[in-house]
């Protein structure tokens, strides 16, 4: 049979502090860590849509450059980063109008560092 603690991914990088004792504080630590890892992503993402300057960036070609932990991650990253996502308000990239095609041969939008 499975325990909690089994359902948690384990990661080199430690938890945040809390008490052992308790499962509600060992469960609000790995979300706080969660936080830091949605936090890093974003950021990963963020330099390497800077680094293809005006050239910019589809969703495919960030999914195939920045690594992160999870396929599920990319969306909520680059909506946080037009600032789409509740919450957050700061624009950091923005569509240019421009499109290229994907793998498939679809139009992807290109996305800029502002």
């Known amino acids: 049979m499975?325990?909690?603690?089994?359902?948690?991914?384990?990661?080199?990088?430690?938890l945040p502090p809390f008490a052992r004792h308790s499962e509600t504080s060992?469960?609000?630590a790995i979300k706080k860590y969660?936080?830091?890892?949605?936090?890093?992503?974003?950021?990963?993402?963020?330099?390497?849509i800077?680094?293809?300057g005006a050239f910019g960036a589809t969703r495919e070609e960030i999914e195939d450059n920045v690594y992160l932990r999870s396929m599920n991650s990319y969306r909520p990253r680059i909506k946080e980063l037009l600032a789409?996502?509740?919450?957050?308000?700061e624009v950091r990239i923005r569509r240019?109008?421009?499109t290229r095609k994907t793998k498939c041969g679809n139009n992807a939008e290109v996305l800029v560092a502002v």
Request: glycine content about 4%; hydrophobic content about 15%; overall charge negative.
């Open 2 to 14: 499975t325990t909690q603690t089994e359902l948690f991914p384990r990661t080199s990088e430690p």
């Open 26 to 28: 060992r469960l609000a």
């Open 34 to 48: 969660d936080r830091h890892n949605s936090h890093r992503d974003r950021e990963e993402i963020y330099r390497y």
């Open 50 to 52: 800077e680094t293809q």
């Open 84 to 89: 789409e996502m509740k919450g957050y308000t």
């Open 96 to 98: 240019n109008g421009a």
